[in-house]
């Protein structure tokens, strides 16, 4: 029987990360002593959905610390999905005024349209994190929508991840969003059409998150019947949410296949680990008074700054999507 001792702080996710992909895949019995005094989306949703995803058998063992953040862990569905419980009564399907606890969303049915799926996710999630303050909420429902639309149209995989919490303070909102998929990864998405040739996940990261480069439908003709225009890809997503990050003193980290991004730059996972998918974690602070116009005034300067890089990109659309350009 493998072990795992959860018992580290939320910044010590990498070491979560590959104490996972350190797993034995034969051997399906784990025991696992939970003993993080305080739970957050990222870490807890890594854990949950990597054991569910790989069907482990998991026995837990409350500890001391863990004892403090258990009722918690238990509302967040962690132990629920760790589990792999088929109970569906026990799941907490509702989002409380301070977090979206970790879920699971198939998401086969999104279309290219208003009021799709991830349109609605992301209105659920952004509800939450706004506390209350309407003005900021469309401005967290971009950001959601931006990364969330990227698994059923990048990933080749209809299951996507998610959980979420905020935290209030006297100026700002500060929140930590966590979405993951295990579908085929930047590498296998950007080579897909045959238009780009990414022969390794580093050189998939750095294409990733440049603007204007996509893996997914940017051409109108190739859009199917009753969806729009303006839901079309043209890959500026990632790009303006880790610049986003960076005008609301923010934080990500990005980890496809075999690469990570964070603000430090773009490097491999130590000893050639694989993450089997997309990881991404997101932490920024809205200021409460932020106004939507405000808002899009700052976008509209990642935009342009994001427009004129991609015309020295060979393959990149030189113009971001209208759904991409504002948040109303």
Avoid at 79 to 94: I, K
Avoid at 286 to 306: A, M, R, V
Wanted: hydrophobic residues 35%; charged residues 25%; aromatic residues 12%.
């Amino acid at each position: 029987m493998q072990k795992l001792i959860l018992d580290k702080p939320g910044f010590k996710y990498m070491e979560y990360m590959y104490e996972l992909l350190n797993l034995d895949l034969d051997d399906h019995d784990i025991s696992i002593k939970y003993d993080l005094k305080f739970a957050t989306p990222y870490v807890t949703l890594l854990i949950a959905s990597y054991l569910n995803h790989h069907k482990y058998n998991v026995n837990f063992e409350i500890g001391e610390f863990g004892r403090c953040s258990e009722s918690y862990a238990r509302n967040y569905n962690f132990f629920h999905f760790a589990e792999g419980s088929l109970d569906l009564n026990e799941r907490n399907t509702n989002y409380s005024d301070k977090y979206t606890p970790i879920m699971k969303s198939i998401l086969s049915s999104y279309s290219r349209q208003s009021e799709n799926i991830v349109e609605n996710i992301a209105n659920k999630i952004a509800k939450v994190l706004s506390c209350e303050h309407e003005n900021i909420e469309k401005i967290f429902f971009y950001i959601v929508f931006e990364l969330f639309r990227n698994i059923p149209e990048h990933s080749h995989c209809f299951e996507g991840w998610h959980a979420s919490q905020c935290w209030m303070h006297d100026e700002y909102v500060e929140a930590e969003i966590a979405i993951i998929d295990y579908g085929i990864g930047f590498k296998e998405s950007l080579n897909f059409k045959e238009v780009l040739n990414v022969s390794n996940d580093i050189e998939a990261m750095e294409f990733a998150l440049k603007p204007g480069i996509t893996g997914g439908i940017f051409e109108k003709s190739h859009l199917r019947e009753g969806e729009e225009e303006e839901y079309l890809n043209s890959g500026y997503g990632l790009y303006i949410v880790t610049e986003l990050c960076k005008v609301f003193k923010g934080h990500f980290s990005i980890i496809s296949k075999g690469a990570i991004a964070t603000k430090k730059g773009i490097k491999s996972l130590k000893d050639k680990l694989i993450f089997p998918g997309t990881a991404i974690k997101i932490r920024l602070q809205i200021p409460k008074d932020l106004t939507p116009e405000d808002f899009n005034e700052k976008l509209k300067i990642i935009i342009s700054k994001g427009e004129s890089i991609s015309t020295q990109i060979e393959g990149a659309i030189s113009t971001a999507s209208t759904k991409s350009k504002s948040v109303f």
